[in-house]
């Protein structure tokens, strides 16, 4: 069965600290994998895309890690802001179809406390 | 910013009325998606379309309805809401299945 399974649930850091989110996956076959952010009450906006033959990949204070062999991604925050408040999702895309269906996590809910 | 809308952002409404939640995107993407997320629950596709008069169901079982007369626009329809029903619904498209532009969503309360 496709998953996505994500780690923590819930986070709480400190505004300025870094962070890492975990991303576990059983999508076959991989086609690529995305972080999303979703602010509360809106719809997510995406971070970051990997493919089978990237590891890594930034985008500002996000950088995203995917090892394809561990079926495994993090996505590191670096020093923090408030308005990283929300919650990150893992979304995995299959190439077993041409609707390239998605597989999504429950989302890490990160707090940043000032 | 991706260009596509969802209206109403919120809606409250009663037992038994029948409701349309509006999605249309300016992007020209072929494949346009409805998920429903529940708060703290991830994102359960309902319904999806391919392009112009293709529409599927989705994972999550749904009462729900919708059509694709037009590219840019996929409304969903509620026949009869229901309490169950209360959620928020999602909408997305995507220009080649390898990445998806969600909108701001519809908060739907059924009282």
């Known amino acids: 069965k496709n998953q996505v399974e994500q780690s923590p649930q819930s986070l709480i850091i400190l505004e300025g600290k870094n962070c890492t989110l975990q991303c576990n996956y059983t999508v076959s076959p991989f086609s690529n994998l995305r972080w999303y952010k979703q602010d509360t009450g809106r719809g997510p906006v995406s971070l970051t895309i990997m493919t089978f033959s990237e590891n890594t990949k930034s985008n500002g204070r996000y950088t995203a890690t995917l090892d394809a062999d561990t079926k495994q991604s993090s996505l590191h925050i670096t020093a923090s802001q408030l308005s990283d408040s929300a919650s990150y999702i893992c979304v995995v895309s299959d190439r077993g179809s041409t609707l390239g269906r998605l597989y999504f996590g429950r989302g890490t809910q990160l707090t940043v406390w000032p | ?111």
């Not at chain 2, 939640?21 to 997320?37: A, F, I, N, V």
């Open chain 2, 1 to 111: 910013e991706a260009d596509i809308y969802q209206t109403p952002r919120y809606l409250v409404i009663g037992t038994g009325k029948k409701i349309t939640l509006e999605c249309s995107q300016t992007m020209g993407h072929d494949k346009m998606y409805w998920y429903q997320q529940d708060p703290g629950m991830e994102l359960h596709l309902i319904h999806y379309s391919y392009g112009v008069n293709s529409t599927e169901k989705g994972d999550l079982s749904s009462e729900s309805t919708v059509s694709r007369i037009r590219t840019e626009h996929f409304p969903l329809t509620l026949e009869s809401a229901r309490p169950s029903h209360t959620s928020q619904y999602l909408c997305a498209s995507s220009p080649r299945g390898v990445e998806a532009f969600f909108g701001q969503g519809t908060r739907l309360t059924v009282v």
